[in-house]
């Protein structure tokens, strides 16, 4: 197996763009629900957004500033942000597995992508 790994964090001032890129290897790929959590300093890991295949769901908190996608020929899951904001500032994780918005729902997690926002 080989665990999904994250690209494309980094710092950036607020108000600014970022998209993270997750790469998950496996024969499964498109018959797994795809997401994306983070967790600040301090925090409990929290739910951000999820595509199954044929749905995607954005939590309230990022809704319209954040669009989830992902390409099943490349196997990759992406992580479109816009308007980002300080409170956006976290590790963001990547997974894979049967869906839905707990982690309990996921197999297969990435080492994170840490993502700055400075005000």
């Known amino acids: 197996q080989v665990q999904p790994v994250e690209s494309g964090g980094g710092l950036v001032q607020a108000g600014g763009s970022l998209r993270l890129s997750c790469a998950a290897s496996?024969?499964?790929?498109?018959?797994?629900?795809m997401a994306w959590f983070r967790q600040a300093p301090g925090k409990e890991r929290e739910f951000v957004a999820t595509?199954?295949?044929?749905?995607?769901y954005i939590t309230d908190s990022v809704k319209g500033r954040f669009t989830i996608s992902r390409d099943n020929a490349k196997n990759t899951v992406y992580l479109q942000m816009n308007s980002l904001v300080p409170e956006d500032t976290a590790v963001y994780y990547c997974?894979?597995?049967?869906?839905?918005?707990?982690?309990?729902?996921?197999?297969?997690w990435g080492q994170g992508t840490q993502v700055t926002v400075s005000s």
């Open positions: 997974a894979a597995g049967v869906g839905g918005i707990s982690s309990v729902g996921y197999d297969y």
């Open positions: 496996i024969p499964t790929f498109s018959r797994s629900a």
């Open positions: 595509d199954s295949g044929s749905r995607a």
